[in-house]
C-alpha cells in the first residue's frame, strides 16, 4: 500500500524567506502526487498536481514543487512567504487507476510565519 | 457555482448513538469520497461513491456506512459512536469518468463524541 511521509510536524519561517516543505512517498511506482493546504475551519485547497511530464510544476499563490523519482519525493517551494501562506500542508498520493482514486495523505505540516 | 457543501457543520453526540453527515457535490460532479480527519493528522479515506454505489472503502468498520442518491448527494452514517470517532469529516466530489479528476473538498463537519 502506498504511505506518505511529511517529516516536519511544525516550520517556522520568517515573512519573505523562502519555505520548502519535505514529503517522501512510498509505492512501486509514480503515483499522482499532490500539496494541498488547508486554513483554519477550511477545507482542503490543491495547490498544485503532478501526474507526469515535465518534475518541476508550478502551482497557485507561488507555490512550486518539484518530483524527484530517485528521491521519492515531491517537495513544496516558495522564494517568498507571505503572513498569509500561514496554514496547515498536506502532500498526498493517488494511484493512477484512470478513475477518481482515492487520496492518501500525509500527517501535515503546520507553517508559522513570523512577522 | 457553489461549491461542495457540508452540512452540518459542528455535531456533539454521546457514545454509542448514532450521526448522519451529509454532502452536496459540485455542480456537474458525480463522485463523493468522504475522509476523516483526527486532531493532528492528515485525512484518511472512508469510501467513494459513484453511481450510488459504494466503489472503493479505507479500513474503516462496518459502523461507516453511506449513500448516494440519484442528485449525486451522500450521507456518511455512523453507528455505535465512541470517542475515537471524534473528527474532522471531509466530503471531496469529483468526476467518475475518464483520467483521474481533481477532488474538492468542503470545508467538513466537525464531529464531537463525548
Known amino acids: 500500500a502506498q504511505s506518505v511521509t511529511q517529516p516536519d510536524i511544525h516550520i517556522t519561517v520568517s515573512e519573505g524567506a523562502s519555505l520548502e516543505l519535505r514529503c517522501n512517498y512510498s509505492?512501486?511506482?509514480?503515483?499522482?502526487l499532490f500539496w494541498y493546504v488547508q486554513s483554519p475551519g477550511q477545507g482542503l485547497q490543491l495547490l498544485l498536481k503532478?501526474?507526469?511530464?515535465?518534475?518541476l510544476v508550478q502551482g497557485i499563490k507561488g507555490f512550486e514543487a518539484e518530483f524527484k523519482r530517485s528521491q521519492s519525493s515531491f517537495n513544496l517551494r516558495k522564494p517568498s512567504v507571505h503572513w498569509s501562506d500561514a496554514a496547515e500542508y498536506f502532500c498526498?498520493?493517488?494511484?493512477?487507476?484512470?478513475?477518481?482514486?482515492?487520496?492518501?495523505f500525509g500527517t501535515g505540516t503546520r507553517l508559522q510565519v513570523t512577522l | 457555482d457553489a461549491g461542495v457543501t457540508q452540512s452540518p457543520t459542528h455535531l456533539i453526540k454521546t457514545r454509542g448513538q448514532q450521526v448522519t453527515l451529509r454532502c452536496s457535490p459540485k455542480?456537474?460532479?458525480?463522485?463523493v469520497s468522504w475522509y476523516q480527519q483526527a486532531l493532528g493528522q492528515g485525512p484518511q479515506f472512508i469510501f467513494q461513491?459513484?453511481?450510488?454505489?459504494?466503489?472503493q472503502r479505507g479500513n474503516f468498520p462496518d459502523r461507516f456506512s453511506g449513500h448516494q442518491f440519484p442528485n449525486y448527494s451522500s450521507e456518511l452514517n455512523v453507528n455505535a459512536l465512541w470517542l475515537g470517532d471524534s473528527a474532522l469529516y471531509l466530503c471531496?466530489?469529483?468526476?467518475?469518468?475518464?483520467?483521474?479528476?481533481?477532488?474538492?473538498f468542503g470545508p467538513g463537519t466537525r464531529l464531537t463524541v463525548l
Open positions: 471531496a466530489s469529483s468526476l467518475g469518468r475518464g483520467s483521474y479528476n481533481e477532488q474538492f
Open positions: 461513491y459513484y453511481e450510488e454505489e459504494e466503489r
Open positions: 503532478y501526474f507526469s511530464g515535465d518534475t
Open positions: 509505492y512501486g511506482a509514480t503515483p499522482y
Open positions: 455542480s456537474g460532479h458525480d463522485t
Open positions: 498526498a498520493v493517488a494511484i493512477p487507476t484512470g478513475t477518481a482514486s482515492k487520496l492518501t
